[in-house]
Nanobody
């Protein structure tokens, strides 16, 4: 089965930046829209950003202008560059397909101090 491994999270001050990575065990980017999701304690998992097989991107309003999703097809890796982080961005971040979810990875924790 396809495996998703997220990394790059950590503790950062408000206004800081992090870059998350998602390594996928198979080359699925060519045929799938991929997304970054996040889940804060007590809240539902929400979609943060997507990137289509053609490279088109979209973002939740809450992160638009601050986050950038990208991918490296040769490395089977997707990224989420997060700038100007806010305390509300604190969550566990996951990657997955935008439709027909694969088995979720362990996620990567992002903590933002105010």
């Amino acid at each position: 089965q396809v495996q998703l491994v997220e990394s790059g999270g950590g503790l950062v001050q408000a206004g800081g930046s992090l870059r998350l990575s998602c390594v996928v065990s198979e080359n699925i980017f060519r045929f799938n829209t991929m997304g970054w999701y996040r889940q804060a304690p007590g809240k539902q998992r929400e979609l943060v950003a997507t990137i289509t097989s053609g490279g088109s991107t979209s973002y939740a309003d809450s992160v638009k202008g601050r986050f950038t999703i990208s991918r490296d097809n040769a490395k089977n890796t997707m990224y989420l560059q997060m700038n100007n982080l806010k305390p509300d961005d604190a969550a566990v971040y996951y990657c997955n397909r935008a439709r027909t979810f694969l088995v979720w990875g362990q996620g990567t924790q992002v903590t933002v101090s105010s």
